[in-house]
């Protein structure tokens, strides 16, 4: 293989590019490990705290997502003006206590005030580290380092996934959350001594705007791009369906195929965790090939992977042997996230340098409209379903959300048609 054709792989980068791309990877996999750890936990909290499966579903969605999308914002609106580096490791420290806190709740009211830290915690994490990857890489690398960055995340969801059924098994869910949640304090110190914030400093807005107009000003000038409305809608949608389904997949194989806890963390988490990090890998590795020759591949190769992976995520609900489960389970994970890292890069393409993080953090706030609604949806039906169909009530309920997923599909490709005129790279 020559040269050039390894570095439309991947990209040279400076020591300075890796050891951002590697510390932020790192965050990403502690973002999405305390996030994670809850889905698996959802049965023994509920069955502790006797709780029902709608009161879990607004815990796992409602909870996180209304306070990752409240905070989001200003906290988005301060990495584009101040010092991301300590910003991020602020974040960092704040939802690693609450993770470790979770495991004090002694009711519904202490777990969803847990929740909410953890939610208000890492609503900062992800605009911060695309803000400093933006400017940090080129156009033509963002897909690559972002693609990168996600995969960090998918490691974090399979070291969750099997940590917490291991460690809920040997000493209790309670002090999973402990042992999984403070390690984060020493990456919080990690980041602040680690990393230097690239950004050239600019000029102060005049004190006349204020930190409220100049963030109205930002949002406005991103709602304003047909192509930007549409990724708003189609986060919504697409989130609803895929959290719909991510959350409530370890109750549904306890349930319904009658695993453990310890069972769920060896089987589940490793196959789900592989599968995101094989997908959201090759979709770094592939995407700049494609996004070369025509840059709404960055959306059209997510819509392409979500419609894809829906046939497969029905199949593995309706199907009764453990093992297709699994092994549909892994294929769609896969072919779900190799789409993620474009996705990402395209965001960038149409904000401006003073708006990377409040693009990203718009999108996700929208994203967590749609994780509050998927778990809810799942939860509300699988408790207005169990009278006629029993443990099977979650098997059917987490068939509504993918048709959420679908719709988002179509967002997507309407945002791909309007991506050259409201592209500013």
Do not use: C
């Not at 110190?189 to 680690?194: D, K, N, P």
Request: avoid cysteine; proline fraction near 4%.
């Amino acid at each position: 293989m020559t040269d050039s054709a390894r570095i439309k792989f991947i990209p040279a980068m400076d020591g300075g590019s890796i050891r951002l791309l590697l510390v932020l990877g790192i965050v990403s996999l502690f973002n999405s490990m305390d996030r994670i750890i809850f889905s698996v936990l959802m049965e023994p909290i509920r069955l502790d705290l006797g709780l029902s499966d709608t009161a879990m579903g607004l815990l796992s969605g409602l909870a996180f997502t209304t306070f990752f999308a409240l905070f989001g914002i200003p906290l988005a609106r301060l990495a584009d003006r101040g010092n991301r580096v300590k910003l991020l490791s602020v974040v960092v420290a704040l939802w690693s206590l609450m993770t470790a806190f979770s495991g004090a709740a002694q009711n519904l009211t202490n777990m969803f005030l847990a929740r909410a830290g953890v939610g208000i915690g890492e609503s900062g994490a992800w605009p911060i580290s695309h803000s400093l990857l933006a400017d940090r890489f080129p156009p033509e690398q963002r897909a690559f380092a972002l693609g990168v960055f996600q995969a960090g995340g998918g490691i974090g969801v399979l070291l969750g996934l099997l940590l917490a059924g291991l460690v809920a098994d040997a000493v209790g869910w309670r002090w999973t959350f402990v042992i999984i949640g403070l390690p984060g304090i020493l990456l919080a110190l990690l980041i602040r001594f680690s990393l230097t914030e690239p950004r050239l400093q600019s000029p102060s807005p005049p004190a006349e705007s204020g930190a409220f107009s100049a963030t109205w000003v930002s949002i406005r000038g991103l709602l304003q791009l047909k192509t930007y409305r549409q990724i708003l809608a189609a986060y919504v949608f697409t989130s609803a369906g895929l959290f719909g389904m991510i959350n409530w997949l370890p109750a549904f194989l306890i349930r319904s195929h009658d695993l453990s806890l310890s069972q769920v963390g060896l089987w589940y988490g490793p196959i789900f965790g592989t599968g995101a990090v094989l997908g959201l890998l090759t979709g770094a590795l592939l995407a700049p090939r494609w996004v070369a020759r025509d840059r709404r591949w960055e959306f059209w190769l997510t819509a392409v992977a979500y419609f894809l992976s829906v046939p497969l995520f029905v199949g593995l609900l309706l199907i009764e042997h453990s093992a297709w489960v699994f092994l549909l389970l892994f294929v769609a994970i896969f072919i779900a996230t190799s789409g993620q890292g474009p996705l990402m890069a395209g965001i960038q393409r149409i904000a401006g340098s003073g708006e990377r993080a409040m693009a990203i953090a718009l999108a996700l706030a929208a994203g967590v409209a749609g994780q509050t609604l998927g778990p809810f949806l799942v939860g509300w039906f699988s408790d207005a379903w169990q009278p006629q169909f029993g443990d099977d009530a979650l098997r059917y309920a987490m068939m509504v959300p993918l048709a959420l997923l679908t719709w988002g599909v179509l967002h997507l490709y309407l945002a791909a048609g309007s991506l050259r005129e409201d592209s500013r790279d």
